[in-house]
């Protein structure tokens, strides 16, 4: 199994931007350097299972948020990413997204019969 070190690093910054933390502090009581922290948000390179840990601690994350992407049973992880996207919309964004996503919903099950059948 491989791990998306990409996604998982974007998932440290989106959840650093939420917390309002800078990457330099973040990095700083994560007890590493700012370099590494920035290689780690954009997958660059790999982190250990104590420096994810020290950085899910600071954040206010669980583990399985920041590792959803290389987890096969993540739905929740997922479905409450989902409400965050819908938090900020007006209704008419929100009429938009969900037509939008019934129609990929649709698509992906029609297309998952087809790919089943060859």
């Known amino acids: ?3 998306d070190y ?7 910054k989106a959840a650093r931007k939420r917390g309002k ?5 973040l990095a700083e009581r994560a007890g590493i350097s700012t370099p590494h922290m ?13 420096t994810i840990i020290a950085i899910c601690n600071i954040l206010d994350v669980s583990v399985d948020e920041l590792l959803c ?11 409450a990413q989902a409400q965050r996207l819908f938090e900020d919309c007006s209704p008419y ?5 969900v037509d939008t996503l ?3 919903k ?3 099950r029609k297309n998952r019969k087809f790919l089943l059948d060859n």
């Open 106 to 108: 649709e698509s992906l």
């Open 38 to 50: 920035s290689n780690i948000e954009t997958g660059k390179t790999k982190l250990g299972l104590p």
């Open 6 to 12: 990409t996604a998982i690093g974007r998932r440290i």
């Open 21 to 25: 933390i800078t990457q330099e502090v």
């Open 69 to 79: 992407d290389s987890v096969i049973h993540s739905k929740t992880i997922f479905e």
């Open 102 to 104: 019934s129609a990929v």
């Open 1 to 3: 199994m491989e791990i």
């Open 93 to 97: 964004e929100t009429r938009i997204l």
